[in-house]
């Protein structure tokens, strides 16, 4: 089992930036993929982007490419999601994920409560 708990969402307005963290606990951090993902009120969970084990390779959605960065600090247990210039409908709750490499919700084992994020225009 990994455990995983976000935080660093809230309100911001439009051009802000925040920093959202996921820290794992249970079984070994290094040995999974991490995903964040995001869900607005009646649409489908989105992926955002993913980053593999050693932090090498990150893939994003088009929506947030250029604007957000995925990082991890294995040393740390945590995951991080670094995202400028927000826009308002960036506003969802947001979640990581642990698991493989993917970009759907199948490709993940465990996730997190999710940490809502709102821009306002």
């Known amino acids: 089992q990994v455990q995983l708990v976000e935080s660093g969402g809230g309100l911001v307005q439009a051009g802000d930036s925040l920093r959202l963290s996921c820290a794992a606990s249970?079984?070994?951090?290094?040995?999974?993929?991490m995903g964040w993902f995001r869900q607005a009120p009646g649409k489908e969970r989105d992926f955002v982007a993913v980053?593999?084990?050693?932090?090498?390779?990150?893939y994003y959605a088009d929506s947030v490419k250029g604007r957000f960065t995925i990082s991890r600090d294995n040393a740390k247990n945590t995951a991080y999601l670094q995202m400028n210039s927000l826009k308002p409908e960036d506003t969802a709750v947001y979640y990581c994920?642990?698991?493989?490499?993917?970009?759907?919700?199948?490709?993940?084992?465990?996730w997190g409560q999710g940490t809502q994020v709102t821009v306002s225009s």
């Open positions: 980053i593999n084990l050693s932090a090498s390779r990150t």
């Open positions: 249970g079984r070994t951090f290094s040995n999974y993929v």
């Open positions: 994920a642990a698991g493989g490499w993917g970009m759907h919700v199948d490709s993940y084992n465990y």
